[in-house]
């Protein structure tokens, strides 16, 4: 009986533990995710290959797996500005993934991590690992996930190296270097190899821009340039030779020719302008020039005398005026003369016997009056008076 009671006891007992250890575990199943310390961030070169470590447990077991463990393993790509990106899906025994992504290890197993292969640019960004286990009934028994960032660096690209200028001995040039990709941003160096090793520095050397700035050429700067360009991944170079011409260029010629020929002109102004100004001194002040416009007549009163500037009497009288009458003058009529006085004398006039009021007498011969004479076409002419002293005004 002892033989028979002792196996059947085991049996019970096992399937009790088994019994209660599938009721039980499943309940308290919590997933962990775990990432090795310091890998939560990673970077790689473009080209290459990168691990991105994870793998989960389940809080309260031992041991490394579970028969009724079913797990779901996705990862996504998240990045700035985009929607979320399904990297690789393990669903029911079947994976799935992009070109380039695969599980480290096969599955089922508890280490998840993800293998990306032929890295590019676009592969930076967040990485999100989802693991979601269930049991044979497909019934969720835990769900975590672990998140990880992955920086891909671009070495640099061959850069292109150009002159600008002319290579002329006294003037300047600038020699430039340009990588067209590069994560991060490429740092320039410049060094000139032959005929005699030099190593450029600022401020003739820009290193962000690529650019070095040479100034008064001389033939002994003639030699063979190198741009390397580096950052944290990689390096490439390009190279360039500059050959110090002293011949001087056609502009230069020009620019002789032009300012020649305006310092001729410049010249002959001058002595032009210098013969026409020695001219105009030669010519007299007050020469009568034949198109000189005649002064303008001034008007005259109808009497026959006026007051001089110098206070003195000037008879005005037409050109018909001063020839002799036709006949003989009437009797007791005066002839106006001019008065030597310095003050203005009154016309003289012909006393009456009558009582009557006296007449002035008419200044002009013949009754002829002023304004008749100047229909007939007479021109007033001042005659010159005589001053007290006896000149001519």
Not at 30 to 57: F, K, S
Not at 277 to 301: F, M, S, Y
Not at 364 to 373: W, Y
Request: positive net charge.
């Amino acid at each position: 009986m002892i033989s028979l009671y002792r196996p059947q006891a085991t049996n019970v007992l096992r399937f009790l533990f088994l019994g209660l250890s599938t009721l039980a575990l499943p309940s308290r199943a919590q997933v962990e995710m775990h990432v090795p310390a310091g890998l939560a961030r990673l970077q790689a070169v473009e080209g290459e290959e990168v691990v991105l470590p994870v793998w989960y447990t389940l809080s309260g077991e031992v041991s490394s797996s579970q028969p009724w463990e079913l797990p779901i393993v996705m990862w996504f790509l998240e990045q700035e500005g985009k929607d979320l990106n399904q990297v690789l899906a393990y669903i029911n025994g079947v994976t799935s993934s992009k070109s380039g992504a695969s599980l480290l290890y096969p599955m089922p197993s508890r280490n998840v991590s993800l293998l990306l292969q032929g890295l590019q640019e676009k592969d930076s960004g967040s990485y999100k690992c989802s693991v979601n286990v269930q049991d044979g009934q497909g019934i969720p028994r835990g769900h975590n996930s672990k998140t990880l960032e992955l920086n891909v660096l671009v070495p640099p690209a061959p850069p292109s190296c150009h002159l600008l200028g002319v290579p002329r001995v006294g003037t300047n040039m600038t020699l430039s270097c340009q990588s067209p990709r590069s994560k991060p941003a490429a740092q320039y160096q410049w060094e000139k190899l032959s005929p005699s090793p030099q190593v450029f520095f600022a401020p003739v050397l820009d290193a962000i821009r690529g650019s070095l700035r040479l100034t008064n050429l001389s033939s002994s700067m003639s030699g063979l340039y190198v741009c390397r360009a580096r950052n944290e991944v990689g390096s490439a170079q390009c190279n360039v030779t500059l050959e110090v011409s002293t011949e001087p260029g056609a502009a230069v010629v020009a620019g002789a020719v032009v300012g020649t020929l305006v310092g001729l002109g410049l010249l002959a102004g001058l002595v032009l302008l210098y013969q026409r100004r020695g001219k105009a001194v030669e010519e007299p002040a007050n020469d009568i020039k034949e198109d000189a416009i005649a002064p303008r007549t001034l008007p005259w009163p109808k009497g026959s005398d006026t007051i001089s500037k110098n206070g003195t009497l000037s008879s005005v009288t037409s050109a018909r005026a001063l020839q002799p009458p036709h006949g003989p003058p009437r009797p007791g009529a005066l002839t106006p003369m001019p008065s030597l006085s310095s003050q203005a004398q009154p016309s003289p006039t012909v006393p009456r016997t009558d009582g009557a009021h006296p007449q002035p007498i008419s200044t002009c011969p013949g009754g002829v009056s002023s304004c008749a004479l100047s229909r007939m076409g007479a021109v007033p002419v001042m005659l010159p008076a005589q001053s007290q002293a006896g000149s001519l005004v």
